[in-house]
Structure formats: C-alpha cells, structure tokens
C-alpha cells in the first residue's frame, strides 16, 4: 500500500523528532546517555547524563529542543547573535537560576526540504542539519501580556561534543 501525503507526520512533529536525532547524534559522540522524559515538565526536552564515580554524581543536562525550517534571522545591531521567537511558558522556565541539573536550549536548524535532512551514501549517512544553544539562566522578566519573546543566541555557541561536555560539567 502506497504512503500518502496524508498519512505522514506532520511537519513539526518531524522536526520535533529530527532534533530528537541531532541530540541523540551528538550524545553518542560525546559518549554520554541521553533520554527523553516521559513529560516535557520545566521545559526540559532531552536530558543528558554522565555515569556516576565512586565519588560523585556524573554530570547531567538538561535541554529544550526547538527545530526550525528557517526561523533564524539576524539583527543590524547584532549580526553575530540569532533571533529566535520563543513562547512565554519556555522562557520562563529556563531563566530560572537555580536549577538542577542546569538548562539550555538548544535550536536546531533543518533544511527547508524534507528530503534534504538526510544524506545516505555506501559510506556516511549524514545529518545535515546545525545547532546552537543558549543558557537563559538569569534573564530578564518578560513584559506582561507577551506571549513570546525574541532570545538572543551566539551564532559561535554551536552546539556540538565540546558544547555538550561544558555545559553537562560547568558548575552552577
């Protein structure tokens, strides 16, 4: 039986699991485990982890996965940082301060076409996608009546092995 149109996912939930594979990607280069809690509480996606020593707990991370077709745009006033639109009740929850383990988010960029998220040859499979991440600990109140605010990402904040590792091991 032939797949329709509509019978596919739709598209967010498509990039919703692509970024679910862009983490589980860079978790499986870093060597550390991650998972998906059984409920988006705290606004807390994926959660990475470290296994314990004789001493102390491994490290852990967690991170709110956001996937866009596009939705990056840049500023005259600030050409090196992403604009990204987030909704009220996600900024909220990752500006708390004191929180453990700690929160990021992480924004993962797909091509527009479908088709061109993944490559596979009879030598790479590649993901073509990119990613860039952001701690909001600290961050100023919204505004009463907003409903989303415009976050500012570092377009040098790449989410990669060594952004994971820093971020899992970086002391509150």
């Known amino acids: 039986m032939p797949v329709s ?3 596919l996912l739709p598209p967010t939930w498509r990039q919703e699991d692509f970024s679910y594979v862009y983490a589980a990607a860079i978790a499986a280069a870093a060597g550390v485990s991650w998972d998906i809690p059984r409920r988006d509480v705290n606004s807390c996606d994926v959660r990475f982890y470290a296994r314990d020593d004789a001493a102390e707990d ?3 991370l967690f991170a ?13 006033d600030s050409p090196a940082d992403w604009r ?4 009220e009740s996600n900024y909220r929850q990752l ?21 061109d998220w993944v490559v596979v040859s009879s030598e790479d499979l590649l993901i073509k996608a990119e990613a ?6 600290g961050s100023a109140e919204m505004p009463d009546g907003q409903d989303s605010i415009s976050v500012s990402i570092p377009k040098a904040q790449t989410f990669d092995v060594s952004a994971l590792i820093a971020n899992m091991c970086s002391c509150p």
């Open 64 to 76: 709110q996965l956001k996937c866009t077709m596009g939705g990056l745009t840049t500023t005259q």
């Open 95 to 115: 500006r708390i301060e004191k929180t453990h383990p700690p929160r990021i988010l992480v924004v993962v960029r797909c091509p527009e076409n479908f088709d």
């Open 58 to 60: 491994g490290p852990q």
């Open 132 to 137: 860039w991440w952001v701690s909001l600990k």
């Open 84 to 87: 990204f639109s987030l909704k």
């Open 5 to 7: 149109a509509d019978s």
